[in-house]
């Protein structure tokens, strides 16, 4: 095989849910098609690299022309509630639904010594800061109902330890064990949000 079109596949197999097979056929799909695709997708790809960072607030992927996101610059989301959320599929899951109309934490994955992401992998040490300059009453966490997401949540309220007038809720009924956001339809969702239950 020409090395040039195998190290296509091999970053290709890397990307998540992808695989070795996954990544053969979106190579040679692009490899070759003739309209254009592959140089348009180079270039998509290229552009939002150099364009596209995460907030410093809340770490929402955002155009780097902007300070902060759209989620942060949105006065009419400051209503004292911040959602903590693993990653940003996350965010797009519940703006989907509309079930949620307040602010986001993105900590960027969950603790995990399988996977080695430790405390310090995690985007958690703002959240007491947002509390106070945000006003912050409820935390909502929205993780994954699994051992680690659990436990993530744990670290996080010890993080931020006990503050006067604020609250931690998390999903209730409807979200299964060890269920992930990714696959719950609205109406799940909407139950789980109307539903949260005090921690």
């Known amino acids: 095989m020409n090395p040039k079109i195998e190290k296509l596949i091999k970053l290709f197999a890397k990307l998540p849910r992808v695989g070795s097979r996954g990544g053969q056929r979106i190579a040679l799909a692009l490899l070759q098609d003739k309209t254009g695709r592959g140089i348009a997708l180079a270039n998509a790809i290229t552009d939002a690299i150099e ?3 995460p907030c410093p607030c ?32 996350d965010v797009w899951v519940l703006e989907k639904s509309s079930v949620f109309r307040g602010r986001y934490h993105i900590i ?10 430790l405390p310090q992998d995690l985007n958690v ?20 109902n699994t051992v680690e997401g659990k436990t993530t949540q744990h670290y996080i309220m010890s993080v931020i330890g006990d503050i006067d007038g604020v609250c931690f809720t998390e999903l209730a009924s409807g979200v299964p064990l060890g269920g992930d956001l990714d696959y719950l339809d609205d109406g799940t969702l909407t139950l789980a949000f109307g539903g949260r239950k005090a921690l």
């Open 51 to 53: 364009n596209i960072s």
């Open 58 to 89: 809340c770490g929402i992927l955002t155009d780097r022309q902007h300070s902060s996101c759209e989620f942060c610059r949105d006065s009419g989301r400051a209503n004292g509630q911040l959602c903590i959320v693993r990653d940003l599929s």
């Open 108 to 117: 960027g994955g969950l603790l995990s010594g399988a996977s080695g992401i």
């Open 125 to 144: 040490s703002q959240i007491p800061q947002r509390i106070q300059s945000e006003g912050i009453t409820e935390i909502i966490f929205a993780l994954p």
